[in-house]
């Protein structure tokens, strides 16, 4: 059992907004027992007392966007860069029944979530780069719906197949004709099968989030009616009525800037000032490293990061939700799971024009409310004790997120020196 666990003096970010300068948060039993201001944690006694003067207390980073195939080793580090929450978007169902056994008994690494398998056709997306990264071509084991892609493209067989495994947190579909990309064109899911299966998911209570790489397949997701999208593009600037796209089913994007800077070649240099971040060091061995300021470049000619930080712009000024995320995956040059979360935080605010604020709430109380997570993503009494501090004020310098102070997930302090 956890102690239960008092902080004061902190300036707390509940996910929202700032509730305290010096105000305080107990925990106790995984959960949050009490929170607010300084006057009423007097009487207040626990286990452990922790004065946090100078540091910021918020809600554990929630990654929205992430492929989780090595194992908890992997949850393990994103846990280490205060993402207590991951949101898997490709997987197989057995994988993710595992990882979530194991994420229930240790609290050292992070919880969880996942699409499982995504919603494509017979050699359709993603099936170039499971080809591309495997080294036994002939002994790829297809891990989506490919395989089967002439049962479920006629049919609403897929969203019937998952509502059953509890594993399916949400259906992740896949809009892909590779138009922005290097390398052949990709069959696409007509506009009739996308739109029925957004319906049968919604029947199911289950949420959609699309990958689409580019202008005209984004637009054509939103228009079958998605929830969210799980990529911003970069093969054009944005065009006016993406921004009515979006508000007409009053779809989420979940904007991918490290994708785009490593299709694109861009932000090498902010990439190499993060991974030089002492903390960083710490966490990241030299090939991670390597990998982490690799850059994949498989956009074609034109594409640039600019035009997806437009969209973001574009997006947040017209008040659609930004859920942030990354796609980050081990071996996928340009990312590193639990880091990149920080440097997508840090290109919304220095490239994109949203506020610090808004920067976090997009890694927590966002996220909380478009996939409806109740227990995690604010800072309120009865949720779990997710939390992270840092020092100083990542609420006026978003570069703040990686001065790490303290990770708790469930209530439970992560040993920062293993
Ligand atoms: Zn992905």
């Known amino acids: 059992m956890a102690p239960s666990t008092l902080i004061t003096n902190a300036r707390i970010f509940d996910g929202e907004n700032i509730i305290a300068e010096g105000g305080f948060i107990l925990f106790e039993k995984g959960l949050i027992k009490e929170i607010g201001t300084v006057e009423s944690s007097v009487t207040l006694t626990a286990d452990i007392t922790i004065d946090a003067s100078g540091h910021t207390i918020l809600p554990g980073l929630i990654d929205a966007h992430v492929h989780i195939h090595e194992g908890s080793i992997e949850l393990a580090q994103a846990l280490k860069f205060g993402v207590t929450t991951v949101l898997d978007l490709f997987n197989e169902p057995e994988n993710i029944a595992k990882l979530k056994r194991e994420s229930s008994k240790r609290p050292d690494i992070a919880d969880i979530k996942s699409a499982c398998y995504a919603a494509t056709i017979k050699d359709g997306w993603p099936r170039p780069v499971i080809l591309a990264t495997m080294e036994d071509k002939e002994a790829v084991r297809f891990p989506n719906l490919g395989t089967r892609g002439a049962e479920y493209s006629g049919s609403l067989a897929l969203v019937e197949h998952v509502t059953d495994k509890l594993e399916f947190s949400y259906i992740k579909l896949m809009h892909e004709s590779g138009a922005c990309l290097l390398g052949n064109p990709l069959p696409l899911p007509s506009h009739e099968l996308q739109s029925a299966l957004v319906q049968a998911a919604h029947k199911h209570g289950l949420i959609t989030i699309a990958h689409a790489l580019s202008q005209k397949d984004t637009l054509a997701i939103l228009a079958a009616g998605t929830d969210g999208l799980a990529h911003s593009f970069c093969d054009e600037a944005p065009r006016d009525e993406l921004l009515a796209a979006y508000r007409k089913y009053n779809s ?167």
Not at 295 to 322: A, F, P, T
Not at 371 to 377: I, N, V
Request: charged share 25%.
């Open 252 to 418: 989420f994007l979940v904007p991918t800037l490290v994708i785009s800077a490593t299709l694109t070649g861009a932000e090498k240099p902010s990439t190499e000032r993060f991974v030089r971040h002492p903390f960083v060091g710490k966490f990241l061995d030299s090939r991670m490293k390597t990998c982490y300021c690799g850059r994949i470049m498989m956009g074609k000619e034109g594409c640039k990061s600019e035009y997806s930080y437009q969209i973001v712009r574009m997006l947040n000024e017209g008040g659609i939700d930004i859920v942030a995320g990354t796609d980050a995956a081990t071996g996928l040059e340009g990312t590193a799971i639990g880091l990149s979360l920080h440097q997508e935080l840090s290109l919304y605010v220095e490239r994109c024009g949203m506020t610090p604020l808004q920067a976090l709430r997009s890694a927590t109380s966002t996220t909380a409310r478009r996939f409806s997570f109740e227990d995690r993503g604010r800072l309120v009494k009865g949720m779990r004790a997710d939390v992270l501090m840092v020092k100083g004020d990542p609420t006026k310098d978003i570069s703040r997120t990686l001065e790490i102070g303290g990770i708790w997930r469930g209530g439970v302090a992560l040993d920062m020196d293993n």
